[in-house]
């Protein structure tokens, strides 16, 4: 069974950075027929899709977020994370952490339960 | 690639049969999934493939569809089934939702 925990500052003030770390246990990280992904849910935008990496470090960001989203993974702790730069209160949200596997077809099977980052001054 | 539910919300009685309806902008063959989602809690995977049941989801869950139509299908609403439904898209990234259709008691 695997599971997903977030973690990271839960506000952050307009103009700075957002980081968010996922920790999963279990032991598919390493493999190829998964890839993680972040997600995050607001009252404005509903559910958002921002973005994939694969433990190879390959990555796919939401062109909605322009530019401003990066994720880096560590094999060695099980982790990956987030990091989104010059946000607005527009990015006020519950931040999901999950894992998408790609067998047999793409579904996303796994969810941690979520953290809400306000920014505000 | 937007995805279009209907209704947003929906009155129903314990026993009803219900169905959702998740429209895509654009052909995406049978790349759907549903998900369910309570209050405070990470949604959780229904179905995939349209029509495939993720492993432990009741069998009254159904899901149909192919091209731009989909519908998710209840056959006998529960009491624990009162929930947020969403469809999402696997056709192509970025990712997609729909809005979400709110299943409420009657």
């Known amino acids: 069974q695997v599971q997903l925990q977030e973690s990271g500052p839960g506000l952050v003030k307009p103009s700075q950075t957002l980081s968010l770390t996922c920790s999963v246990s279990?032991?598919?990280?390493?493999?190829?027929?998964?890839?993680w992904t972040w997600i995050r849910q607001s009252p404005e935008k509903g559910l958002e899709w921002l973005g994939y990496i694969f433990p190879s470090g390959s990555t796919y960001y939401n062109p909605s977020l322009k530019g401003r989203l990066s994720m880096s993974v560590d094999i060695s702790k099980s982790q990956f994370s987030l990091k989104l730069t010059s946000v607005t209160a527009a990015d006020t949200a519950v931040y999901f952490c999950a894992r998408e596997n790609q067998q047999p077809l793409a579904h996303i099977d796994f969810w941690g339960q979520g953290t809400l980052v306000t920014v505000s001054s | 690639i937007q995805l279009t539910q209907s209704p947003s919300s929906l009155s129903a009685s314990v026993g009803d049969r219900v169905t959702i309806t998740c429209r895509a902008s654009q052909g995406i063959a049978n790349y759907v999934a549903w998900f369910q989602q309570k209050p405070g809690k990470a949604p959780k995977l229904l179905m995939y493939a349209a029509s495939t049941l993720q492993g432990g989801v009741p069998s009254r869950f159904s899901g149909s569809g192919s091209g731009t139509d989909f519908t998710l299908t209840i056959s006998s609403l529960q009491p624990e089934d009162f929930a947020t439904y969403y469809c999402?898209?696997?056709?192509?990234?970025?990712?997609?939702f729909g809005g979400g259709t709110k299943v409420e008691i009657k």
């Open positions: 279990g032991d598919s990280f390493t493999s190829g027929d998964f890839c």
């Open positions: 999402q898209q696997f056709n192509s990234y970025p990712l997609t």
